[in-house]
T-cell receptor
Framework: NAGVTQTPKFRVLKTGQSMTLLCAQDMNHEYMYWYRQDPGMGLRLIHYSVGEGTTAKGEVPDGYNVSRLKKQNFLLGLESAAPSQTSVYFC?????????????FGEGSRLTVL | QQQVKQSPQSLIVQKGGISIINCAYENTAFDYFPWYQQFPGKGPALLIA?????SEKKEGRFTISFNKSAKQFSLHIMDSQPGDSATYFCAARARGGSQGNLIFGKGTKLSVKP
C-alpha cells in the first residue's frame, strides 16, 4: 500500500533555479493538497485541487504553481527558487474532506535553496 | 479569525504522566477539529477528531475535550509513553465553501522521558 508518494525526498537548489515536486496517490482520492512546514509555523496550505484539471490557491501561494493533469498526480513547481522557499513540503490527499475530514500525507520533500 | 492558536510549543512529560495540549479558535464556523500526530521524518497522520456537538471523545489513551462556549479544545494523553514522543498539531475546518481545507495550529513537540 503506497498511499501518497512524494519525489524527490531531498533537493538542494541555487537561488533562481526551477524545480518540480511530484506527488502521486494510489487511493483514487479526489482532493489533493500541497503544504509547507516551517519550524514554529505549523502546516500552511500552498495550493490545492478538488479534482482532475482543477487547482486553487491556499494560504501561501506566491512563488509556486501547480498542475493536476491526472487524478493521481499533483505537481508543485517553483519557477525561480528563493531562500525563503527553503522548507519541508508535504503533499496530502483526501477522498471527501467535507465528510470524513481526514487527510493522508506523504513523507515530505525537504528543499534547501542556497 | 482564521487562526488556531496552539500551546505549549513544547512539552516534556515523564513516562506514565498525562500530556495536555491546548488549542483555541475564534471562527465560529469551524465544524470539525482533528488532531494530527507527526513522528520525525514522517508526514502527519490523523490521531483523533471531534465535532462540536459532543464535549469529549476518547480513543484508547487519547481524549479530546471540547468547550464550545470557550472556543477551546484540548488533547489529553493518559499514561504517556516514550513512543508518544512526536509533534502534535491541532486543526480546524470551516463549514461552507472552503472545500474542507484545514487550518493547522503551529504544533507542540512532545517528549516523554523514560
Amino acid at each position: 500500500n503506497a498511499g501518497v508518494t512524494q519525489t524527490p525526498k531531498f533537493r538542494v537548489l541555487k537561488t533562481g533555479q526551477s524545480m518540480t515536486l511530484l506527488c502521486a496517490q494510489d487511493m483514487n482520492h479526489e482532493y489533493m493538497y500541497w503544504y509547507r512546514q516551517d519550524p514554529g509555523m505549523g502546516l500552511r496550505l500552498i495550493h490545492y485541487s478538488v479534482g482532475e484539471g482543477t487547482t486553487a490557491k491556499g494560504e501561501v501561494p506566491d512563488g509556486y504553481n501547480v498542475s493536476r493533469l491526472k487524478k493521481q498526480n499533483f505537481l508543485l513547481g517553483l519557477e525561480s527558487a528563493a531562500p525563503s522557499q527553503t522548507s519541508v513540503y508535504f503533499c496530502a490527499s483526501s477522498p471527501d474532506p467535507l465528510n470524513t475530514g481526514e487527510l493522508f500525507f506523504g513523507e515530505g520533500s525537504r528543499l534547501t535553496v542556497l | 479569525q482564521q487562526q488556531v492558536k496552539q500551546s505549549p510549543q513544547s512539552l516534556i512529560v515523564q513516562k506514565g504522566g498525562i500530556s495536555i495540549i491546548n488549542c483555541a479558535y475564534e471562527n465560529t464556523a469551524f465544524d470539525y477539529f482533528p488532531w494530527y500526530q507527526q513522528f520525525p521524518g514522517k508526514g502527519p497522520a490523523l490521531l483523533i477528531a471531534i465535532r462540536p456537538d459532543v464535549s469529549e471523545k476518547k480513543e484508547g489513551r487519547f481524549t479530546i475535550s471540547f468547550n464550545k462556549s470557550a472556543k477551546q479544545f484540548s488533547l489529553h494523553i493518559m499514561d504517556s509513553q516514550p513512543g508518544d514522543s512526536a509533534t502534535y498539531f491541532c486543526a480546524a475546518r470551516a463549514r461552507g465553501g472552503s472545500q474542507g481545507n484545514l487550518i493547522f495550529g503551529k504544533g507542540t513537540k512532545l517528549s516523554v522521558k523514560p
